[in-house]
């Protein structure tokens, strides 16, 4: 439905931003990491597994909830009638 994709597009959204913020808060670490010897590409793998663990994290708590209230009853449609 359209609501749904723009959910979608909302959550890549705010996870753009989230990223990018990311680096920007982050830059003199990321510079830091980079004049001891890590490359690029390895500071691109640690924002890029950071972003993921947010993902996973973020998708484990909708699964939690959507579970809550499918127990609580919720869900189902003699609820909502």
């Known amino acids: 439905s359209v609501v749904s994709l723009l959910s979608l597009a909302f959550v890549i959204l705010i996870l753009i931003v989230l990223t990018v913020l990311s680096v920007r808060l982050r830059k003199q670490e990321l ?18 597994c950071e972003t993921l663990l947010i993902l996973a994290y973020s998708c484990i708590a909708i699964g939690l909830g959507y579970v809550g209230l499918a127990l609580s009853g919720v869900l189902t449609a003699s609820y909502w009638i």
């Open 31 to 48: 510079d830091t990491l980079q004049m001891i010897g890590c490359s690029r590409i390895t500071s691109l793998k640690l924002v890029g």
